[in-house]
């Protein structure tokens, strides 16, 4: 029977021909990629013994024998031991919510499940056995897993569905009956009962929602192999709409952490199609997806802070990314395994990220091929493009500048077009503002996640422009769908690019052009240059810093941990900067950081004589 081709296919099939150095576009996979997944096709591939969730018999052995010849598998191991350890003082998990959400019982779930289950495939404890036993009845027995929240009954999903499969039919039958059921009921099934925006989300729920309704599909496969064969099939056609974000450079819309949370989702369910059907469906062969591993890596700055736009997390903790181990593995590139963290004393690592477990499996299957350095100048397109500039491995002065455009709709965004973050010398001058706490938010009845214009998210300072490093006009908001496109970028030895950020102002600006150059080993020139309307009033340039700062004769002068960086207005010498407090900041609800400002540069539209103006500023050591 000839099967119509969806609308989706067709036009990631136009993408992936747009794209012809990342995939190639031949007619067999065409056809790959249109083949939907049967009951039939399920029932003849599926790997028939256990482990097949990342696990099979094979890599578990390799792992195995290598538990004492590996430096970095021998002190993940330990590492893995100690953790585990410590949650055995610990109680059981209750079905307690916080504020709307049970995550924090889901994530917890699964990182002891991913846990145990390693250490009892290593060395069949039966103390460890007994353990995964009790926590699985424990949580198969809650009332539900809060589908009104489905992140959650997609990582609990995960936590459960491991838990079976990696321990490979040694738990009581009672055990593997109530767990199977709970998957169905509890975790598939209410998939069902209503419409899921997550399904074909453009966002990290698509990946993590779909990856865990996967992973609980394949535990399911012989108990209800139609419901399986299904829903495997849905997450399969709807999981491209969330990987085609990452096009065409890698940059994920959501920043670093998030690119961390939806992008380990997609490993694992890559990982877990290939274990269980010897083939991923052509899910790692996304344009931008492998590309993606140098979004991540380059948003690491020297201080160890993140190129923290979006909602994304102030820094990083020490241990090992173990999704970029995986990208490492996958194209034997050293720069994205970082093999230093892995070998912290085992002690060391605690906190471990949920699904650190897992990656022992391409951990082991690493063999480094390529050398490459990290680039010094990188542009990333699409959603929300950015540029990064730095000073390379051996650069003395921890250089450090990202730029973005984008738009405050994306998911998790900001109204922050045209902001950037500035290091030098091992301090972050320039600051983003971050993230704050959803639930703190959330439990006073803020409205957190609504995006039109008037909403109350863009009055937190973390949100809105006047707590970026920017300019605003008019003392406004930026237009919340206006987007400012990277216009261009030059990779030589002064890099520099520039965003055009004129959409974003409406009727408050013609015009308005952004521009950045590393001038120097230890300088970043900042260009804007605007055509004003017939209401524009004020142009206000903004930095953001939580350094001391000293106004001077034509700029200013920041101090911070001994050190000093020097602010020169160029273009407007007899302009004086003006410093306003945001500490602390304006309303009760804004996170509250200790030192944080604004300097200004106010320019009235007066003092622009042809309707058109420039404002030019160097950031210099």
Known sequence: ?????????????????????????????????????????MKNNLTKTQPRLIFNTTNKKEIRSKLDTDPVIKNLYEAFKIN????????????????????????????????????????????????????LVTVCKFSDWNPSHYLDVAEMSTAVAFALDWTAGDLPDSTKELALNALIEKGINPSYEKPQGWINGTHNWNQVCNGGMIAASIAIAEKDPELAAKTINRSLEGMPHALVKYNPDGVYPEGSTYWDYGTSYTIITIEMLKSAFNADFDLSDFPGFLKSAYFKVLCDAPSGMYFNFSDCGDGRNNIGNFNLAWFASRMGKEIFFEKERFLLPAE?????????????????????????????????????????????ENDQHHYYFGGKGGKATNNHGNMDAGSFVFELNGVRWVVDPGNQSY????????????????????????????????????????????????????????????????????????????????????????????????????????????????????????????????????????????????????????????????????????????GKGEIKIRLTE
Not at 122 to 128: A, L, T, Y
Not at 485 to 503: G, H, Q, V
Request: hydrophobic residues 40%; contains cysteine.
């Open 1 to 41: 029977m000839k099967i119509s081709k969806p609308l989706l296919v067709l036009s990631l099939l136009i993408q992936l021909c747009i794209f012809p150095d990342t995939i190639n576009c031949a007619e067999d996979d065409l056809t790959k990629l249109n083949k939907p997944f049967t009951v039939e096709y």
């Open 84 to 135: 585990v350890e410590k949650i055995l003082d610990e109680p059981f998990l209750e079905r307690k919510l916080t504020g709307k959400r049970l995550l924090s019982v889901s994530r917890e779930m699964l990182n002891r499940t991913t846990l145990f289950g390693v250490i009892y495939m290593m060395e069949k404890d039966s103390k460890i056995l007994k353990r995964i036993n009790d926590e």
């Open 348 to 392: 060391e690592m605690t906190n471990l990220p949920r699904l650190a477990a897992p990656a022992l499996v391409w951990i082991s299957q690493f063999e480094p091929k390529n050398k490459e350095a990290f680039p010094t100048a990188w542009k990333g397109e699409g959603d929300n493009p950015i540029v990064i500039f730095n000073g390379g």
């Open 439 to 610: 639930y703190e938010l959330e439990k006073t009845g803020f409205d957190l996640w609504c995006k039109d214009q008037n909403c109350q998210r863009w009055t937190l300072i973390t949100k809105n422009n006047f707590g970026h490093s920017t300019i605003s006009v008019n003392n406004q908001l930026f237009i919340n769908e206006g987007f400012a496109p990277l216009l261009t970028f030059e990779d030589r030895i002064n890099p520099s690019a520039s965003f055009d950020l004129t959409e974003v102002y409406g009727k408050n600006l013609k015009k308005a052009i952004r521009s950045f150059e590393k001038d120097s080993p230890t300088s970043l020139l900042i260009t804007d240059q605007f055509e004003i309307s017939q209401t524009t009033e004020t142009i206000t340039w903004q930095l953001i810093t939580t350094a001391d700062v000293e106004i001077i004769q034509g700029g200013a002068i920041l101090h911070q941990d001994s050190k000093e960086l020097r602010i020169e207005n160029i273009s407007h010498p007899n302009l004086t900067f003006s410093v306003i407090s945001l500490d602390p900041a304006p309303l009760k609800l804004d996170r509250q950081i200790e030192g944080l400002k604004r300097i200004e540069l106010r320019i009235p539209v007066w003092t622009l004589e042809t």
